[in-house]
């Protein structure tokens, strides 16, 4: 069963080659180099006693797409292209659901739970981000 540690690094290794894309496997302390990805656990159910060897875990991840925000149509244009379904980031995990982990590793992409500006503390910028949720389950 993969741990989370390997699961964040899986994630990000799918964008390694992705120019103009750095992704995180923590929250960066700051604004990160745009555009961004950043991996973040939000829940998790484990495999009970009951499963013992040969249960699952199924993690939640919370995917944050974040860009630039100057112009607002370029920077709605520019995280559209990279949330869609042809877009870098849901197609890379479609291509690799096994996230290089092996069979027992499976995740997906299975919605959207914001779409915005964020905003930081006054010495940084507003971004556009968009947070997409991934489920990966792991079984022993």
Known sequence: MAEIGAVRAAICALFDDVPDLSAYPYQPAVVPNLPALVVVPTDA?????MQSGRGQD???????????????????????????????????????????LGNRTTAWVD????????????????????????TVRTTG
């Open 45 to 49: 159910t484990f495999r009970t006693p």
């Open 58 to 100: 199924v993690w939640q991840f919370s995917l944050t797409v974040l860009v630039a925000f100057g112009d607002a149509q370029v920077a709605q244009d520019d995280l559209d292209e990279l949330i869609s379904e042809t877009g870098p980031v849901r197609s890379r995990i479609t291509a690799n659901p096994h996230l290089g």
């Open 111 to 134: 919605g959207m739970s914001a779409y915005g500006i964020t905003v930081g503390d006054q010495q940084e910028m507003q971004n556009l981000g968009a947070t997409l949720r991934l």
